[in-house]
């Protein structure tokens, strides 16, 4: 069994976990990151139409809200929208900072397709950031258990919570093996 230690375990290679492990990697933590398969494969993120709304100059924040509010017929949680469309454009530029193409829409951004390109959106967002994670100190746990490789991820099929809600140890495993990281 391999002990690994870190100050930050991300469980998911999607959209959320690649770049919440980047995020974290620039503010100087080191972080590793488990998927269930490879980075960025086999997740909803990588099937994506790659479609984000978003005030920018086009689209203002008031007009944002008021199309939030007519699709979600008044049932929509207030506080949540508003979070939402004051910090969407951050988003996007957080998004373009970490490589991924985005252009600008009437209603927000969209993923930037290179013309005449069959490539699903979500592909070509994903790609973006797998190809900055590779570049970055990031470790991605991949399964290696008695020497052999697998180009699979590891899932996290338990987690152990402190009453204060910490996750203070997580058993990883693939098919083959098991282990525990990090134990405290
Ligand atoms: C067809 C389709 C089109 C869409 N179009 C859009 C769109 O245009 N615009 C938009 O904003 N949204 C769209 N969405 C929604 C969007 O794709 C998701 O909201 C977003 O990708 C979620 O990202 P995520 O990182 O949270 O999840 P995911 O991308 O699903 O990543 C979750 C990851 O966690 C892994 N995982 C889960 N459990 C474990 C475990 N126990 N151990 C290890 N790993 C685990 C999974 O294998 C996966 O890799 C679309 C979704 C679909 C399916």
Redesign the pocket.
């Known amino acids: 069994m391999e002990i690994l230690s870190t100050d930050i375990l991300v469980?998911?290679?999607?959209?959320?976990?690649m770049v919440s492990a980047l995020e974290a990697e620039k503010r100087g933590i080191k972080v590793l990151l488990?998927?269930?398969?490879a980075i960025g494969t086999?997740?909803?993120?990588s099937?994506?139409?790659?479609?984000?709304a978003s005030a920018n100059s086009r689209f203002s924040k008031e007009e944002h809200l008021e199309e939030t509010l007519k699709a979600g017929r008044g049932l929509n949680h207030l506080p949540l929208v508003k979070a939402m469309i004051e910090t969407a454009p951050e988003a996007m530029e957080t998004l373009t900072a970490l490589g991924v193409p985005l252009a600008e829409t009437k209603g927000g951004y969209m993923i930037d397709r290179p013309t005449g390109s069959s490539q699903l959106a979500g592909i070509l967002l994903v790609k973006a950031l797998a190809e900055r994670l590779k570049r970055s100190t990031i470790q991605p746990l991949r399964s290696d258990c008695r020497g052999r490789r697998s180009s699979r991820g590891l899932?996290?099929?338990e987690r152990r919570e402190t009453r204060s809600g910490a996750i203070e140890g997580c058993s990883i495993g693939d098919r083959r093996c098991r282990g525990d990281l990090p134990e405290k």
């Open positions: 469980i998911g290679g999607g959209l959320a976990g488990a998927g269930k398969f086999g997740t909803n993120s099937l994506a139409n790659g479609v984000f899932w996290v099929p």
